[in-house]
């Protein structure tokens, strides 16, 4: 259809080049952001408040998250079921990025689902883009809520709760543009039972509850639970 979109079977997918201007456009935003950070700052700084600032977003969370995001994007090719239009059930993937917010709260956590929602977005092979707002839900909005782990990251069970709460709102984007922009694709059996009210809730958690189950299986596994915490303690102190 165009240079950086292909049109096929009633959905958008990205070209070669398309994907090569998203990463172009996530490499901007980040060297804006790292411009925007440093631009404030004098050679001496002086004040709580600066040096607050400088904190914000230090080496050592950046580094952690960006681990965190490489793992989850790499397990996310690891598909123990595939769904046949969009999600699917992968080795523990969002667990990487809500591990980001358990860290270093919500703030911190929704940017750093923000750009694997971005690299999910560009993942070859598995993108579909109904409309732009479609396109948000699914990919922008969906992986970005990942990131709210974080308002439970001075819980006791916070890596639990966070998890589950994440991968819920999670859900519920992608519910919600199944109603928008899905509906047509749904299966007979739905159709030929009247369920269609229930179809783009049932497809969506279908496969993040089955992930969710298996990774909250593997956390509770005293060995993992010891390991979760002396991570985060490397990642915090």
């Not at 172009?24 to 408040?49: H, P, R």
């Not at 950046?62 to 598909?79: D, E, H, M, N, W």
């Not at 909005?141 to 069970?157: C, D, M, T, V, Y």
Request: aromatic residues 16%; glycine residues 10%.
């Amino acid at each position: 259809m165009s240079l950086f979109l292909n049109y096929e079977d009633g959905y958008y997918s990205l070209t070669n080049a398309g994907s090569i201007l998203v990463f172009v456009i996530i490499a901007v935003l980040i060297l804006l952001t790292a411009l925007v950070k440093s631009g404030g700052k004098s050679d001496e700084q002086s004040g709580k408040e600066q040096n607050n600032a400088s904190k914000a977003f230090s080496t050592k969370q950046l580094v952690f998250s960006a681990v965190a995001v490489a793992l989850g994007f790499v397990t996310s090719y690891i598909k123990v079921i595939h769904m046949p239009w969009g999600g699917s059930v992968t080795l523990c993937s969002m667990l990487f990025i809500t591990l980001i917010g358990y860290w270093y709260g919500p703030k911190i956590g929704i940017s750093a689902g923000f750009a694997y929602g971005l690299l999910q977005f560009v993942q070859t092979g598995s993108t579909y883009i109904l409309s732009p707002i479609q396109a948000c839900m699914d990919y922008i909005f969906a992986f970005a809520a990942l990131g709210l782990s974080g308002f439970f990251h001075n819980r006791k069970s916070g890596l639990i709760e966070g998890y589950l709460f994440a991968i819920f709102i999670r859900g519920a984007f992608h519910s919600i543009g199944g109603y928008l922009y899905w509906m047509d694709y749904m299966p007979d059996f739905f159709k030929n039972h009247n369920l269609g009210a229930i179809y783009p809730i049932a497809y969506n958690y279908a496969y993040i509850i089955v992930e969710g189950v298996l990774t909250i299986i593997i956390l509770m596994l005293p060995p993992v639970r010891n390991v979760m915490a002396r991570v985060k303690r490397m990642a915090t102190e």
